[in-house]
């Protein structure tokens, strides 16, 4: 079922855009359109899928981890750090591209202390054991740094007026997805998300109870640490090249939970990682088909997508326990 | 009676802090083993030293002849098995999952393994429930098929009964003696004198030290509960082998 829904966006995304390609056209496409097809949109929805599977992938984590329904990169500031680390990498990497000629590396390499910083004080600043603070803490320190990337912004943009598209980093968007970007965020995706799918059932004992997880021989405090490192590389390659994009590692695990009635990782990873795929594929058709003749910020789609669930889950209260 | 689990001179607590003092006392299996005290009197803290999770600050622990110091923390589900008091879940665990998440000898167990574990303790009926939607009693059973689940030979249960009402408290001291029943050590931190009555053997712990332990009837007195607890307590014989506790002027 998600598989062909999957499927289906696929097709959407190869058919939409500046052009319109009709269906016969991506399936037996001519030269024109086999030039469009795999230069700009095939690569752009092969980076959508790994973008959005591992957000879906990192929320379902930080979830297990923080034992907080709300924990999501975006939420927890690990997105905002990691953009910010980007765009330092982005301005070592200018540097760097005059001396060796190329640079796309530095971007999720900077992206990543960035998100574990991030992460890091928001851990420091908020209380153990209460997902209230851990939530405030990423929102002030997400403000914080999304203050600093401005800042950054507005200088690179006085010293290399080419950036304009980093700007496009507070927003979100797949426009700057290309085969080279695809590469790099396979060979820093796939192995996390490897290791984290065999260590599932080790996430469901840190989701239950530290003392469960150490009688049943696994160190939390280890295995946390571990994860959220894990998280922070997923989290840094999805977003070197894309910007913020909020709200897809939050809904997705849930959504996942509430339709197998259950919350085994086992599970629930990979089918989250299949839905936060589809949902940015979804995200990236509606940005093009939303406003005739211009790109809306995946952020902007994402939103309007999760804010509601969130209200949902918020509302339901239950969800949260008897926390307040 | 051989002695499973023997603590020497044992001391632990958390970071600076040291709750347990010199903690000399013997776990035999099988059977029952009732940890004894007052709240904050060092019995969790004497259940997590079993598990690794506490700062040991002298001492030590040996299991079925073996240092715990030495044993890897992986293989420590051969040896314990451990429910909490309590837990709050979040994310919508169902029962099952909460079972299935037990090891048994290096691997994960299975649902169905999980399942007929709930069958044998009567609960089967809970498999597909939400656990955060569970009665405290029926969490608590829950839990204990969990512990039960992974086959070790020392099964430690922290307050079964707190918080639960007369018909779930018998429910969960019968699966107490079921667990006994199947040659199993269990090993109970409470403050339920119900639950020391139906013990073989008795740790009284005060202030972090041992006041008394070994055979619940050498044990058991009205002077040692009234030193225990801090307040009068009587113990009545009701016949040969029951016993009952009432508080005394």
């Given at each position: 079922m998600l598989l062909l829904f999957l499927f289906v966006l696929v097709l959407l995304n190869l058919m939409i855009g500046s052009v319109y390609i009709p269906l016969s056209g991506v399936l037996y496409p001519t030269e024109i359109y086999r030039e469009i097809i795999y230069i700009i949109r095939l690569p752009e929805a092969v980076g959508a899928i790994i973008v959005g599977a591992d957000l879906a992938i990192a929320g379902a984590v930080m979830?297990?981890?923080?034992?907080?329904?709300?924990a999501e990169p975006y939420v927890t500031g690990t997105a905002s750090g990691a953009v910010f680390g980007v765009l330092v990498g982005f301005s070592i990497g200018v540097f760097a591209r005059s001396l060796f000629g190329f640079a796309l590396i530095f971007e999720p390499a900077f992206g990543f202390i960035g998100a574990m910083a991030a992460t890091a004080l928001v851990i420091i600043f908020s209380r153990r054991g209460d997902w209230l603070s851990l939530i405030l803490a990423g929102i002030a320190i997400s403000i914080l740094l999304s203050a600093f990337v401005m800042l950054l912004d507005s200088y690179l943009l006085t010293k290399t007026p080419s950036s304009l598209s980093i700007l496009l980093l507070l927003f979100g968007t797949l426009s700057g997805l290309n085969v080279s970007t695809d590469i790099i965020m396979t060979l820093l995706t796939v192995p996390p998300i490897i290791y984290i799918l065999y260590s599932s059932k080790k996430l469901n004992l840190i989701m239950i109870s530290d003392e469960v997880a150490q009688s049943s021989g696994v160190d939390p405090g280890r295995f946390r640490l571990l994860m959220l490192v894990m998280s922070g590389v997923l989290t840094a390659a999805a977003l070197s090249f894309t910007g913020i994009i909020g709200f897809v590692g939050l809904i997705t695990p849930h959504i996942i939970r509430l339709m197998l009635r259950s919350a085994n990782n086992a599970a629930v990873i990979p089918l989250a990682a299949v839905l936060g795929a589809s949902i940015l594929l979804l995200a990236n058709f509606l940005s093009k088909v939303l406003i005739p003749e211009t790109t809306v910020p995946i952020t902007a789609i994402t939103s309007i997508l999760g804010v509601p669930m969130l209200m949902y889950l918020i509302k339901k209260g239950d969800y949260f326990g008897r926390s307040y | 009676m051989a002695d499973h689990i023997k603590l020497n001179d044992f001391s632990a607590g958390y970071r600076s802090e040291e709750i347990l003092r010199k903690i000399n006392a013997e776990i035999p299996k099988p059977g029952i083993t009732t940890i004894l005290g007052q709240n904050g009197s060092g019995k969790t803290t004497m259940l997590r030293s079993l598990i690794k999770y506490t700062a040991v600050k002298g001492?030590?622990?040996?299991?079925?002849?073996?240092?715990?110091?030495?044993?890897p923390l992986n293989e420590l589900p051969n040896y314990v098995a451990y429910a909490p008091a309590w837990l709050e879940d979040q994310m919508g665990f169902t029962a099952l999952n909460i079972v299935s998440s037990a090891r048994i000898s290096g691997r994960w167990i299975t649902e169905d393994e999980a399942a007929e574990v709930l069958e044998y303790l009567h609960i089967g009926y809970l498999a597909q429930k939400r656990f955060s939607e569970l009665s405290s009693g029926q969490m608590k059973m829950v839990l204990i098929a969990r512990a039960l689940a992974s086959r070790a030979p020392t099964v430690?249960?922290?307050?079964?009964t707190s918080g639960l009402d007369i018909s779930n408290k018998r429910r969960i001291m019968k699966m107490i003696n079921m667990l006994a029943e199947r040659k199993l050590s269990v090993v109970v931190a409470t403050h339920d004198l119900d639950i020391a009555l139906i013990s073989d053997w008795i740790i009284a712990i005060k202030n972090g030290g041992i006041i008394s332990s070994g055979a619940r009837n050498e044990v058991i007195s009205s002077a040692l509960l009234s030193d225990l607890y801090d307040t009068n307590v009587r113990v009545v014989?009701?016949?040969?082998?029951?016993f009952t506790c009432v508080m005394d002027e």
């Open positions: 979830q297990s981890v923080f034992r907080n329904p709300l | 001492g030590s622990i040996t299991m079925a002849g073996k240092d715990l110091g030495r044993i430690m249960l922290d307050e079964p014989k009701l016949d040969n082998s029951r």
